[in-house]
């Protein structure tokens, strides 16, 4: 990457690629050349998670599945770091770069680095110290389901020292190039289900092995986005006397970064619970159905999430260079191409939900599995457009650095609205009761946020209207 000298000083270009301006261009042009590598990236990582499922359950079982799931909430946490530090320094740096001020944005890439490398060593030793109590706080209370999360997750823990490092993949995009991260998934993701197959069908390795392809996969994507840094090649330079923490420095990326990481966070806690629910209400039997469910729900998840990060440099370089009406311009465009493309998904969960279920467990032996997992998806596809707005929404007050908006829609639905309500949807109707409610919670969620960015939009119009007539009149 390199700015090219010319007419405009907001012109791009990657070095093996094409031209393009953040703050001239078209905004469907600019979408698709971040989004696109960005979902694309996102949408790999889902398709090893999915695999990954896919192999527990077909080598492990039922209660591997139940493992994994039991699981997840602290891998959720540990990622909600990783965007703590990377989302945060990412929209900072792209709006220093709108500003024309890249030695902040260099400043901001070592601050964010010296964050990184102090939140993984706490992060780690912890983690390793306590994660069979952490386990059983989640509810994997003895036998073979705490068995198999602690063995799981004790292999995930000893990959955190170079995961953290993912959080480079944000600042990559912000000073834009979308690609590498994306090539680098690529890599990752055939890495992981090379070595899935290799650690649990051929070395027998069982739940461990899948977490050892994990972290190797994980690991070498970290290894080449630190080289990228350390070699000089970035637009964003990193110096190493700049790797240090400064107050005015890393305070506002912690608040700029908040927001996805409560939204991450939240999302763990809103597992934890869903989990204990789901083991009063459905036993294992019910986590295992919540694991397809996830397996499933990654996909959306990742098409919403990397078209969030990916429309973020082009909302926070068009802030910073008070071309306001286009940040707008950039989060509408982004609700309509994932709202049909989630819809479309939500179409295929409907019609074949027991297909789907049946591809991560065998049949015999596990109908109940199935039984609940369909019934599961069907209710749970309802939320996936609901929660895919929000998620953009979210982004883009981040990208704007509107904190308290952002920390707020965060909250909103995975805390605020999905606690009590499915706190009262189980006890009115059991098991079913827990998966009416995402669609429900998530549902009151977009609206709520699509009320807020409504008015947002509608004040910055007024201010543009206002400021346009002084101009004239003066």
């Given at each position: 990457?390199?700015?090219?000298?010319?007419?405009?000083n907001?012109k791009?270009t990657?070095?093996?690629?094409?031209?393009?301006?953040?703050k001239?261009?078209?905004?469907?042009?600019l979408l698709?050349?971040f989004?696109?590598?960005?979902?694309?990236?996102?949408?790999i990582n889902a398709?090893?998670?999915?695999?990954?499922?896919?192999f527990?359950?077909?080598y492990?079982?039922?209660e591997g599945l139940?493992?994994v799931?039991m699981v997840f909430?602290v891998?959720?946490?540990?990622?909600?770091?990783?965007?703590?530090?990377?989302?945060?320094?990412?929209?900072?740096?792209?709006k220093?770069?709108?500003?024309s001020?890249?030695?902040k944005?260099?400043?901001?890439?070592?601050n964010?680095?010296?964050?990184?490398?102090?939140?993984?060593l706490?992060f780690?030793?912890?983690?390793l110290?306590?994660?069979k109590s952490l386990?059983?706080?989640?509810?994997a209370?003895g036998?073979?389901l705490?068995?198999?999360s602690?063995?799981?997750?004790?292999?995930?823990?000893?990959?955190?020292?170079l995961?953290?490092?993912?959080?480079?993949?944000?600042?990559c995009r912000?000073?834009g190039?979308?690609?590498?991260p994306a090539?680098l998934?690529?890599?990752?993701?055939?890495?992981?289900?090379c070595?899935?197959?290799?650690?649990?069908?051929?070395?027998?390795?069982g739940i461990?092995?899948?977490?050892?392809?994990?972290?190797?996969?994980q690991?070498?994507n970290a290894?080449f986005l630190?080289?990228?840094?350390a070699?000089?090649?970035s637009?964003?330079k990193?110096?190493?006397?700049?790797?240090?923490?400064q107050?005015?420095?890393?305070?506002p990326?912690?608040?700029?970064?908040?927001?996805?990481?409560?939204?991450?966070?939240a999302?763990s806690f809103?597992?934890?619970?869903?989990?204990?629910?789901l083991l009063?209400?459905?036993?294992?039997?019910?986590?295992?159905a919540?694991?397809?469910?996830f397996?499933?729900?990654?996909?959306f998840?990742?098409?919403a999430?990397g078209?969030g990060?990916?429309?973020q440099p082009i909302?926070s370089?068009n802030y910073?260079?008070?071309?306001?009406?286009?940040?707008s311009?950039t989060?509408?465009?982004?609700?309509?191409?994932?709202?049909?493309?989630?819809l479309?998904g939500?179409l295929?969960?409907e019609?074949?939900p027991?297909?789907i279920?049946?591809v991560?467990?065998?049949?015999?032996?596990?109908?109940?599995?199935?039984s609940?997992?369909k019934?599961?998806?069907q209710?749970?596809a309802?939320?996936?457009?609901?929660?895919?707005i929000?998620?953009?929404?979210?982004?883009h007050?981040?990208?704007l650095?509107?904190?308290k908006?952002?920390?707020?829609l965060?909250?909103l639905r995975?805390?605020?609205?999905f606690?009590p309500?499915?706190y009262?949807?189980n006890?009115?109707?059991g098991?079913t009761?827990?998966?009416?409610a995402?669609?429900v919670?998530?549902g009151?969620a977009?609206?709520v946020?699509?009320?807020i960015v409504?008015?947002h939009?509608?004040?910055i119009?007024?201010?543009?209207?206002?400021?346009?007539?002084?101009?004239k009149?003066?």
């Amino acid at each position: 990457m390199s700015f090219l000298k010319g007419k405009s000083n907001t012109k791009h270009t990657e070095k093996q690629g094409e031209a393009y301006s953040l703050k001239e261009d078209s905004i469907l042009r600019l979408l698709l050349i971040f989004v696109g590598p960005a979902v694309l990236g996102m949408l790999i990582n889902a398709l090893y998670n999915f695999v990954d499922r896919i192999f527990v359950g077909q080598y492990v079982g039922a209660e591997g599945l139940s493992a994994v799931t039991m699981v997840f909430p602290v891998t959720l946490f540990q990622f909600g770091l990783v965007l703590l530090f990377g989302s945060g320094s990412g929209i900072l740096i792209a709006k220093h770069l709108g500003e024309s001020q890249p030695e902040k944005a260099s400043k901001v890439l070592g601050n964010a680095i010296a964050g990184i490398f102090l939140v993984m060593l706490v992060f780690t030793s912890l983690g390793l110290i306590y994660y069979k109590s952490l386990l059983e706080v989640f509810g994997a209370t003895g036998g073979t389901l705490l068995n198999l999360s602690a063995e799981y997750l004790f292999v995930i823990i000893l990959g955190f020292p170079l995961s953290f490092f993912l959080a480079l993949e944000f600042t990559c995009r912000a000073e834009g190039n979308p690609k590498l991260p994306a090539k680098l998934l690529v890599l990752s993701c055939v890495i992981n289900l090379c070595l899935d197959y290799v650690f649990m069908k051929i070395f027998n390795l069982g739940i461990r092995g899948a977490a050892l392809a994990t972290i190797i996969a994980q690991s070498t994507n970290a290894i080449f986005l630190i080289r990228y840094y350390a070699s000089g090649k970035s637009l964003v330079k990193l110096k190493w006397k700049q790797v240090r923490l400064q107050k005015s420095i890393v305070f506002p990326i912690l608040l700029v970064g908040l927001a996805p990481f409560l939204m991450d966070v939240a999302i763990s806690f809103q597992n934890m619970f869903a989990n204990n629910l789901l083991l009063n209400s459905g036993g294992t039997d019910g986590v295992a159905a919540m694991g397809i469910l996830f397996g499933v729900n990654v996909f959306f998840m990742m098409i919403a999430l990397g078209t969030g990060d990916g429309m973020q440099p082009i909302v926070s370089f068009n802030y910073g260079a008070k071309r306001f009406d286009r940040a707008s311009q950039t989060l509408v465009l982004a609700i309509k191409i994932v709202s049909a493309i989630t819809l479309f998904g939500l179409l295929i969960l409907e019609l074949f939900p027991t297909q789907i279920s049946s591809v991560f467990i065998e049949s015999d032996g596990n109908q109940n599995v199935i039984s609940i997992s369909k019934k599961a998806l069907q209710i749970f596809a309802i939320s996936i457009p609901f929660y895919a707005i929000q998620i953009l929404i979210t982004r883009h007050f981040q990208a704007l650095q509107k904190n308290k908006t952002a920390t707020f829609l965060a909250l909103l639905r995975p805390i605020i609205l999905f606690f009590p309500i499915a706190y009262l949807l189980n006890n009115y109707y059991g098991l079913t009761g827990i998966w009416m409610a995402f669609p429900v919670s998530d549902g009151i969620a977009a609206l709520v946020s699509l009320l807020i960015v409504k008015k947002h939009i509608v004040s910055i119009n007024n201010e543009l209207f206002v400021e346009k007539t002084s101009i004239k009149s003066s």
